[in-house]
């Protein structure tokens, strides 16, 4: 007869064993979702129970609490040091209020000089050898849910204390706080800048960024991934402007990967108020859900601001702070860790299973139409030539355009369907060139605005009155595009000493052959339909840059000269000292004419 005491308590630890052997690494880590878990307690305990020392780095902070417990700690002896982003207090005025704070008790801080900003959010307790790191920031719904599953921040707190990923923010840390080209003294720093830990080597699952290294660029990595996937890709991601990477799941779709997408609808449509915010998401957004991408938006409170990926394939999840855009890739002080590890895929897949299935937190993504598109030249009722440019303004949302053009306004017919031209926004016009008009008759014509998800607008019909006498209209500048590049109208530009493709520094630093004090960067860019008259300077040619501060910049070309075996001209044109670093919009006029618009990218 079996012992049922004796069976029950072996079988017990039978399952104990195995729960330990599958899971061996729970007792030491865990995620915590702050849709419907408190996630600031821990935080707050573990910053509370530290002895040897506090390490964090983040782009904001507006949690008082977690502030007056470091700052305790710093009191009662505890070694602290910081790393902060001064310009998040534009976007988050909180920010400025805590860092103030935490000058004023002394703790010794560091800041970003320039180029991309810190976007990193982590804590490292030395004293526990553990770190928490997260995709989500140092705010209240970012660590625990205002209404569960109802009001929160969509995101993740991974709490660690594997010794290899732990050494490897110990060493990255000390990197950056040693590192003064990068970084400078914000805060209660007068001593030499010291290593607190041993140097470790940086565990291959995680991704520190910026790297001097081009493997370690996160875009590459992460599209070498998805090019390799077989089954289905979950995706959490707030930001997705890079068009290369989507491209990349474009190429899943069609080889018949499954694609799921979690969205923020903030990034789908927005006003200009809205910083950091780039058009080349949505055009991102609108093209996915063409191509068969499975997207659903954000319908509860708060915001989708995780950043995770989940692979089927090879069970693999990437997690971290980088969005899918260029300036997260290689540019911004980012983290990311590409996990193997079953429990931590298996987490991700259930928290990302969950909110796919709430109808009260997530709602199928519905394409919205653009903007109707508003008509420029020929003006309506006015006089022509027999070859016209039909000129246009496509709005905030238009991707692509149909003309329709003909003889009177009941006979329209199509005449080019899918047009790409302009640029994406109000900052440049689109255009469309028709010749071989008759003289004396009256010419209608008409715009359709489109979206890459196929959504119309159609725009008003205008008529003109073609004329022999009226001179022809001149074939419009065109600037080349770059169809390799992250954004849908990436211009093609090069460095022109080392040819270099952007970001460009304003100040070149690498150019070895000037000698002069002006180092600033010389760029060129390719324009097709320019032509200087016989000894016309190269300073009728105005190259109009506006950066990420609205700056509006009108800069003389230096050189203007033909490139051979082409229809283009190069125009090499100096950038302005007061350039500000991101997105920067370039367009070229000359003659009362304006080219299309692209967008380049500034480094400081």
Known sequence: MIDRTRFAHTFCFLIALVFLSCEPSLAQERLCDPSSEDCYSPLLQAVQAETAGIDMALYWIELPELADAIIKRYQAGVPVRITVEPRANL????????????KAAGIPMRYKLGDGIVHVKMLLLAGQNKVVFSSSNFGDADVRPYVPNANYVDGAWYFCNEPSLVNSFKTRYDDIWTNTNAYGNYANISGPLTRRYSTYPIDPSLNFLPSSRPADDYGARMIALIDQETRQIDLTMYRLTDVRICDALLRAVARGVTVRLLAEPLEYRFDTSRRGSELSGPYNIDRLYAAGVQIKMRKHLGLTHEKSVSLYGRRMTIFGS?????????????????????????????????KWESASEFEAFVPLPPAVPTNLLPGN??????SVLLTWEGGRWAHKYDVYFGPGENNLSLVASDVVTGTLGPNGSESYLVSGLQSGVTYCWRVAA?????QTAVGPTWCFKASATTPPAAAPMQLLLDGTGPAFDQVASLDSTVFARDPFSIVNGTDMFNSSSDRNTRVAVFVKNLQLAQGESASS???NLIDDNNQDLDVPAETVRPVANTDFVQVIFRLPNTLTFGPCIIRIKFHGQMSNAGTMRIRI
């Open 91 to 102: 976007k988050f005025p909180g920010n400025q209020l805590i860092l103030e704070r935490f």
């Open 322 to 354: 980088s969005n899918w855009s260029w300036q997260s890739f290689n540019y911004q002080e980012e983290h990311n860790y590409f996990s193997d590890k079953p429990w931590f895929f298996q987490w991700f897949v259930n928290q990302f299973d969950r």
């Open 381 to 386: 009722g006015s006089t022509a030539g027999q």
């Open 450 to 454: 489109k979206t890459m998800a196929d």
């Open 541 to 543: 040619v105005v190259v």
